[in-house]
């Protein structure tokens, strides 16, 4: 997991990057002025945005554990799929553009909320198809491959049966193949001729065998054969259903390999190429127009080493220290980063509105600033 900021203040890129020093990488991210209407209105949105937002994290976390979950618990191979157009996460961050066409930035900020509200929704039960066609797709090609690898008794038994030894368009007779334990072998050659009556004598071939079964033919009358079954599954021996089928080898064989290229193909298509977009639409707008008035210059920025979340510290601290005066008197600190002014509560009732920037947990900063993880 990465650790990545966005910021949004009247400053210039290079006194940016010049506060931030080595402690992380600074590029731009460019968002346009959208159209904002009241301040009431605009701390409602804020809070709607909020709520959103924590729904559409909800919604990517649990893409991210179906994707491991998929991947049989591999995350190297999961964290393969986080990307975004076909951008991985990174790269999308540092080439971001605004979709003008999807968010109009002359539509109000209610209107591109109402559009990522129905996005998250279809974007859910997109999700939800996917995973469960794909778990499908997983099934069938589960089943096909036990019957390909499986013992005699469960697996296909096409490219093991010579139809020579089956008998065919009779009246009045019809082949058995009973897959027998090995260790019951014995006692099947020993007693199947009079399991019931209308079995054939000496009819039993043998015509494979594993290390677990032998599979045998056995001849009776068809008005016998399903007593001869039953009587069959009474001694534990396995009554294999089996119909020829002219170039039937040849169909399961291309059927398997349809069903494996599904299968692969569906690892690939599972992603959350949708859920990544719209997490970061959700991103996009949630600190963007916290502070109205607030036209600068608007960034992400990764801390240099990723996960060390000391240099969010560090980076914090010197964003406070040089821009704090934006806030006014309220956003005095001292070195540790504390409020040195007396209106603490006039701050935390402004943070509790919702209004201006947003720092970690609640706090209220003096400029916009969101944290997130990728």
């Known amino acids: 997991m990465a650790k990545y900021v966005l910021i949004s203040l009247p400053s210039t890129f290079d006194s940016l990057k010049a506060t931030i020093a080595d402690n992380g990488t600074v590029v731009p991210f460019n968002i346009p002025n959208l159209k904002i209407g009241t301040l009431d209105a605009l701390v409602q949105q804020a809070d709607d945005l909020a709520k959103l937002d924590s729904a559409c994290q909800a919604l990517v976390a649990k893409v991210g554990d179906s994707l491991r979950t998929l991947y049989d618990g591999d995350d190297q191979k999961a964290a393969e799929q986080k990307i975004v157009n076909d951008k991985p996460t990174d790269q999308y961050l540092r080439s971001f553009t605004w979709n003008t066409v999807r968010y109009r930035a002359d539509k109000p900020v209610a209107e591109l909320f109402s559009g990522l509200q129905k996005d998250l929704v279809m974007t859910d039960n997109d999700v939800k198809g996917k995973l469960n066609q794909y778990n499908q797709v997983k099934t069938n090609f589960t089943v096909l491959q036990r019957k390909q690898t499986g013992n005699l008794a469960t697996k296909s038994l096409t490219p093991i049966i010579d139809p020579a030894v089956l008998i065919r368009d009779s009246e009045y007779l019809e082949t058995h193949l009973i897959a027998v334990p090995k260790n019951l072998r014995k006692d099947f050659i020993k007693s199947y001729e009079t399991l019931t009556e209308g079995i054939v004598p000496r009819s039993a071939v043998e015509l494979a065998q594993d290390d677990e079964f032998v599979l045998y033919a056995v001849t009776t009358f068809k008005k016998n054969g399903a007593d001869f079954e039953q009587k069959c599954r009474e001694q534990k021996w396995t009554p294999r259903q089996y119909k020829y089928v002219e170039g039937g080898k040849e169909e399961e064989k291309r059927e398997l390999e349809r069903v494996a290229r599904e299968e692969e193909e569906g690892l690939g298509g599972s992603s959350a190429y949708g859920l990544h977009r719209l997490e970061r639409k959700c991103h996009d707008l949630g600190p963007c127009h916290g502070t109205p008035g607030l036209r600068g210059v608007c960034l992400t920025l990764r801390p240099a080493s990723g996960t060390n979340y000391k240099l969010v510290k560090k980076v914090k601290i010197a964003l406070d220290t040089a821009y704090s005066y934006l806030g006014g008197n309220a956003f005095g600190r001292d070195k540790r980063g504390k409020i ?35």
């Open 340 to 374: 040195t002014k007396d209106d603490a509560a006039l701050t935390s009732e402004i943070a509790a509105a919702g209004v201006g920037g947003h720092g970690e947990g609640n706090e209220y900063t003096a400029y916009v600033y969101y944290e997130f993880e990728l």
